[in-house]
């Protein structure tokens, strides 16, 4: 259950920078679902959704289950623009001087950015972004039997794999053995 001490227990373990967003901060935990984990949070400016220039500062946040922005206006209206995370192919940072931004590309939607990011902090969101990609893929391809396998061909879709860094050489070695029986 989200509350909000574990809300801001969350923002101090990942050093979230609070600067414009302490309204988003405060009632967050009534927007988090009881059974998901976030991984990342920033605050920054959201950009090019549903044909919108801008939809308001507020809080980018990764979880288990969802890419989740949050902006409370003036007069309480609140946003909440979410791409739940089999949608999402990729999320990228893009460092800037003083303040960063998030690049997420979704099914269904153009390029969503997150601008006035607060730089480690966007950098960790895709760090962990590409964590969970990974993940993904090794637990697909684990699935993915083919019923004649061809053990070269295995070996060298998993050698290009490590070689772009998608796996570790550890991933790798351990694919490798199993291939080949060993």
Not at 7 to 14: F, I, P, T
Not at 130 to 150: A, G
Request: charged share 25%; glycine share 6%.
């Amino acid at each position: 259950m989200w509350t909000k001490e574990k809300v801001r227990s969350l923002a101090r373990d990942v050093n979230y920078q609070c600067q414009f967003t302490a309204g988003e901060l405060n009632t967050l935990h009534t927007i988090l679902h009881s059974d998901e984990d976030c991984y990342g949070m920033t605050e920054g400016m959201l950009k090019k959704v549903h044909g919108k220039k801008h939809s308001g500062y507020g809080i980018a946040l990764l979880t288990d289950k969802r890419f989740l922005f949050y902006h409370k206006g003036f007069l309480g209206s609140a946003t909440t623009e979410q791409f739940p995370i089999d949608t999402i192919s990729s999320i990228s940072f893009h460092k800037g001087v003083l303040l960063g931004s998030l690049h997420v590309y979704a099914a269904n939607v153009d390029e969503v950015i997150i601008e006035a990011c607060d730089n480690n902090n966007a950098k960790r969101m895709a760090d962990v972004w590409q964590h969970l990609l990974n993940q993904r893929l090794i637990f697909e391809s684990n699935l993915d039997v083919p019923t004649t396998p061809d053990p070269v061909a295995e070996l060298e879709k998993w050698h290009s794999l490590k070689e772009k860094g998608i796996i570790t050489e550890e991933d790798y070695n351990a694919k490798k053995k199993q291939i080949l029986g060993l």
